[in-house]
């Protein structure tokens, strides 16, 4: 990928943004984008559960439910 | 067709479709579409002010026709309209509860099945997500093999529909201000099985005759089929087929070859598709294909069977609800299955009018005059295979001019709330962070979900479409399942291009910054439970609010037609969701019971109930309750717009 491309556009507030324009490839993708396969082992899996999925699996994280944990 | 006026009845803006209704018009063949011409529906019934649950009745007790004659209107054993209003809406809600849960049973057998190698062909595919499905059942998996965990999660699936007490183990994934919402009302569900019977049961003749009271029972019902059914089913079927990953599918009526056996795969469980998928690889079947001719195999799908070998195989889909008559109108079909659910009788005269076999395939359901060929799955790959060799024997039977429409639109689908989180921020810092931090700055106004079915009473896919193409305009990023996602598929909505040509500019950056949609497929009407932990994951990243209610975020269902749709319209509402339907509304029979539902319940629920048959009216209404609640977060006051750019996501990796 080049130099990024911007643009002045309008939000929906009315305000004048300067705004990104694409990033990703061109063309369409010729097989799926199958992201799991790279977590191996079980120490992985469990690893992605606690830090990917903190929201529900993480002992020490909760987000915007941290204080109500505490309490 | 004209209507009485003489004026060309408008039946579909999808060219695909009304070229198919004119070619059945022209072929004097019934479809769903001139049925409804003939058959209009009954304006009693219309605003379910009709009770016929008992043998002294049934008793119609319409509005009055004129303002100021109002009077109370009572059943011949007393019931008032608002306890037969209530009651007719509750059923409905029993039974879209039962039908995705009677499905999700069935997954969890298979699984269990599965995990016992008793199935054949299945396998236990994604182990991270078992491990996931087993940490929120609380199953031991250190040093153990995937089969016995799995086996302990196929057992502890089927015993949330027969538990007595306590609460679905699934319930303690939602916030926990929305829980502690719940057990304050009570309306906690204890078993699946048990909330559908009892709803059932109060509904019987002269039972719980309080419409509040008997709402607060449908509400628990619901959230058996939200935080139950339909997420018991997204899981285990995560587990033994896949949890879906960004692939490229193809959408509508065009995805047939004449010069190939084109067979559909139609209706909701997603077992023997899969089969189907792995029978059309067999050399065996490749000859077979090749000695009757035709050049191939090819598999589609229609409706909720179509999203699941979509989005895990790219299986094209040949189009939604309303198509599946006219799919076979084309003559190309050799062979359709149905299963469970929105399968229309129609289909067999329609499918006697060509060659095209239909073939039912579960022990729950027949078809007069269809072809019966029972899935189970211990001999699950043998019936795919004996299902794909009929196909491909009828393939020399075509004895009508085939016809296939040219339409056809590629869509990238497949977004699983593991996926978009992965997506926001990669594989160990996968974060829903991004797109917390793009509410917040203001790049994206707010999240909407539009589901549902096609209706005949609207012009199919109509209001999908308009609604969708509005939200994203104003900057609200859409997630969509079942029927609506493939109107959006047919639509062009569901390829990242679609951001630059139809979203806001906030929202087009962001979506064109991370390389998604503006409108994400996240799969069946099953997977609304996606969405479900979606909006979870939203407010527990932080920022926008300690509850589901406090989200910028909105639902609807603007051409729904099914009772599945009002009980994920009443779970959606009652985990504090604005949701907005259209085309129809069944408790317009009395004002308290709508005004309980549209009004009482955001005092209950902070989620409540709209109806708006204008979709773009709809989707204005969906943003002002957008604007209300970034208001109420302090997001309206202006805030420096961080620029989002691949650097910063990059440092997130
Ligand atoms: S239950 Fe009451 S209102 Fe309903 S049909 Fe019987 S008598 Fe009529």
Redesign the interface.
Not at chain 1, 9 to 13: C, I, N, P, Q, V
Not at chain 1, 17 to 25: A, I, Q, S, W
Not at chain 1, 45 to 49: A, E, P, T, V
């Given at each position: 990928?080049g130099e990024?491309v911007y643009e002045e556009?309008?939000?929906?507030?009315g305000?004048k943004?300067?705004?990104?324009?694409?990033?990703?490839?061109e063309g369409?993708?010729?097989a799926?984008?199958?992201?799991?396969a790279?977590?191996g082992s079980?120490e992985d899996?469990?690893?992605?559960?606690k830090?990917?999925?903190r929201?529900?699996?993480s002992k020490d994280w909760?987000?915007?439910?941290k204080r109500?944990q505490e309490a | 067709m004209a209507d009485e006026k003489g004026k060309e009845k408008i039946r579909s803006i999808d060219n695909a479709a009304i070229t198919l209704i004119e070619k059945a018009q022209k072929e004097n063949v019934s479809t769903v579409f001139f049925r409804a011409d003939e058959l209009k529906p009954c304006p009693i019934g219309v605003e379910e002010s009709c009770c016929k649950i008992c043998g002294m009745g049934p008793c119609r007790l319409p509005r009055p026709k004129k303002a100021g004659e109002e009077k109370d209107r009572a059943g011949v054993c007393g019931a008032t309209i608002e306890t037969i209003v209530a009651r007719n809406f509750a059923r409905k809600i029993a039974a879209g509860t039962a039908s995705h849960s009677d499905h999700a049973r069935e997954v969890a057998e298979t699984f269990l099945k599965t995990a016992q190698d008793e199935a054949q062909g299945f396998a236990i595919k994604d182990e991270v997500k078992l491990l996931e499905v087993a940490l929120d059942y609380g199953i031991e998996t250190e040093g153990r093999e995937s089969r016995e965990i799995a086996i302990d999660v196929g057992k502890k699936a089927l015993e949330q529909f027969g538990k007595q007490d306590g609460e679905l183990v699934y319930i303690k994934k939602a916030p926990l201000k929305r829980q502690e919402i719940w057990r304050k009302l009570g309306v906690v569900p204890r078993g699946i099985d048990r909330e559908v019977v009892e709803m059932m049961h109060r509904t019987h003749m002269g039972v719980d005759q309080d419409y509040k009271h008997l709402m607060l029972q449908a509400t628990r019902t619901a959230l058996a089929d939200g935080w139950g059914g339909s997420m018991i089913s997204t899981d285990l079927q995560d587990i033994m087929f896949g949890t879906p990953v960004p692939i490229l599918g193809t959408f509508n009526t065009g995805v047939f070859k004449e010069d190939q056996v084109n067979i559909v795969v139609h209706g909701h469980e997603p077992f023997l598709p899969e089969l189907l998928v792995t029978a059309t690889h067999d050399p065996e079947m490749k000859a077979l294909a090749e000695k009757v001719g035709a050049k191939g195999i090819n598999l589609t799908g229609m409706c909720c069977s179509a999203n699941e070998v979509l989005m895990r195989h790219g299986i094209p889909c040949a189009g939604n609800f309303l198509q599946q008559e006219l799919a076979l109108v084309t003559g190309a079909v050799e062979l359709m299955t149905v299963d469970v659910q929105c399968q229309m009788q129609g289909l067999q005269d329609v499918s006697e009018c060509y060659h095209t076999k239909l073939v039912t395939t579960s022990d729950r359901a027949k078809i007069e005059g269809a072809i019966h060929i029972e899935f189970h799955p211990e001999n699950g790959l043998d019936t795919a295979k004996k299902i794909l060799r009929m196909a491909i024997e009828n393939y020399p039977n075509r004895r009508h001019a085939v016809y296939i429409p040219a339409e056809t639109q590629d869509a990238v689908v497949g977004f699983s709330h593991e996926t978009i989180n992965y997506l926001l921020g990669g594989l160990f810092r996968a974060s829903y962070k991004p797109l917390n931090d793009n509410i917040i700055n203001g790049r994206i106004r707010g999240v909407a979900g539009v589901v549902g079915c096609n209706n005949v009473r609207t012009v199919h896919d109509s209001a999908h479409i308009a609604m969708v193409k509005e939200l994203i305009k104003n900057d609200v990023i859409v997630l969509t399942t079942g029927c609506a996602a493939m109107a959006c598929g047919k639509a062009g909505l569901l390829t990242p291009e679609a951001a630059r040509l139809y979203a806001g500019s906030g929202l087009a950056e962001v979506c064109e910054a991370v390389g998604i949609p503006p409108v994400l497929h996240m799969g069946a009407c099953v997977d609304n439970s996606r969405i479900l932990i979606a909006a979870t994951a939203l407010v527990k990243e932080g920022g926008l609010g300690d509850d589901i209610s406090d989200l910028p975020a909105a639902g609807a269902a603007p051409e729904w037609m099914s009772e599945k749709a009002l009980a994920i319209g009443q779970y959606f509402v009652a985990s504090g969701v604005y949701t907005v339907f259209g085309t129809t509304w069944p408790t317009l029979g009395s004002e308290k019971v709508t005004k309980h539902l549209f009004e009482e319940h955001e005092e209950l629920y902070k989620g409540m109930w709209a109806y708006e048959p204008d979709p773009i009216k709809a989707a204005g209404m969906m943003i002002a309750h957008i604007d209300k609640k970034r208001k109420a977060l302090g997001l309206d006051k202006a805030r420096e717009r961080v620029l989002y750019d691949m650097a910063m996501r990059r440092a997130l990796d």
């Open positions: 990928m990024y556009k309008e939000s929906f507030d305000k943004v300067k705004v990104l324009g694409p990033t990703y490839e369409k993708p010729d799926k984008n199958d992201w799991e790279k977590l079980p899996r469990l690893n992605y559960l830090t990917a999925l929201y529900w699996y909760f987000g915007s439910e109500k | -």
